[in-house]
C-alpha cells in the first residue's frame, strides 16, 4: 500500500482529568490497549500521555489506510495498537546559541538543534542529515523519547516532547521511505503574528497554510529546480504537484494548536 500517514497531539489543548474517566477513554482505547499500559511496557509513561500517544497512533494509522479505503469512517477502538517500546534513543534538541532572527537550515548526524523543522529516517537511528530551521526566538533544551510499535499491519514511529506527539505510520518498520518532520507554528509565522504569541487561537486555515509552507522549504532543499504546489482529492487528503504536474508523492499533513507535523514517502523526482 502506498500511502502516508502522521498526527500530532498538543498538549496544551488535553485534559488529564478527562483522560482518566472511563467515559471518555474506553472511545479510544480498547481492553487489551488498557492492559498493555497496565503490563508495565512504557513505566515512564502517565496513563493521560500513554492515551494520547496511542491517539496519535490510530489517527496516523486511519490517514494512512483512508487514501485506498475512501469510505473507512475514524473508529479509535478498531484500530488495536498491538505493540509498543521505548527505544533506546534520547534526542536532546538545544535551541541555538547565536542565531539570527531569519530561519536558518543546518544539519548533523549526532548533535540536533531544537526541531522547529526536524526531518528523520528510521525507527531507532537518524540514517542522513536532518534538515532543521533554527530561530532565536525558540531557544529551549528538552529531550524527545522516542516511541516504536505497531498497530495491525502498520508501524509506527513516535516522538514524545513536552509540548506534545508526533507520530508517521509505515508499512515497513525501518522506515526508510519515509520523510517526515515536526514543527512549531511560530516558526513559520513568526513570534509577532497574533496567533503564535497568544493574541488569539491558530485558525485551521493559518494552521494548513503553515504546515505546507514547511513542506515546500523541505521539498525546495532537497529540489531546488522544481517548482512544488498543493492539491486536495476530492476525498480530503493533499496532492502534491512538481512544475504543474500531479506526482506519484503520497503525503500527510497534520496540525494541532500550536503543532504542526507532515510525512511523505521517498523518493520525490
Known sequence: MHSAGNDVVAFRLTDPERSAQPRFYNQ????????????GALPSLSFHIFLWLCWSIKESAYKFRKRYHPDLVFSPTAIPVTEIRATAQQITHEGPQNASTDPQITGTDHQITHPVLQITGTDHQITHPVLLITNAAHQITHPVHVITGRTEDLFFRSELFPEGIHTV?????????????????????????????GATEPTPETQSAAVRELVLLDLRKRDPNGAWSFGKHKEGYPLLYRNGVLQPVPLSLAHHDQLLGFSYLLPVS
Open 169 to 197: 505510520v509505515y508499512r515497513h518498520p525501518d522506515f526508510k521511505s519515509v520523510r517526515s518532520g515536526y514543527a512549531f507554528l511560530q516558526q513559520a509565522l513568526g513570534s509577532n503574528h497574533p496567533q503564535t504569541n
Open 28 to 39: 479510544i482505547l480498547s481492553p487489551s490497549e488498557i492492559a498493555l499500559f497496565h503490563s
